[in-house]
């Protein structure tokens, strides 16, 4: 089966963050952190040890629930593109 184009970029754009070497600000971060989540359908909980770090993935979650996995890949992409590259 053939990789649709969304999902190539996609896995693009998670493995450009992943070799990123540069600070990311943590608002881009968390946003990342929330589509990533939502575009592989992992609605586990966070997992810091940090309650304070875990109040801001819930909320990045919380605040990005309303969209699909389809839209998340789209978000995630355009945010590495207007951010970081």
Do not use: R, W
């Not at 754009?13 to 600070?23: D, L, M, Q, R």
């Not at 810091?48 to 978000?75: C, Y």
């Amino acid at each position: 089966m053939k990789k649709k184009k969304l999902h190539i970029d996609f896995e693009e754009a998670v493995a450009f963050v992943n070799n990123f070497t540069e600070p990311i600000p943590a608002d881009v971060l968390l946003k990342l952190y929330a589509y990533y989540k939502i575009a592989n359908a992992n609605f586990d909980n966070p997992g810091s040890k940090t309650p304070l770090i875990n109040a801001f993935k819930a909320n990045a979650l919380f605040q990005a629930k309303n969209i699909n996995e389809k839209q998340a890949m789209k978000s995630y992409i355009a945010l590495v593109s207007k951010e970081l590259k």
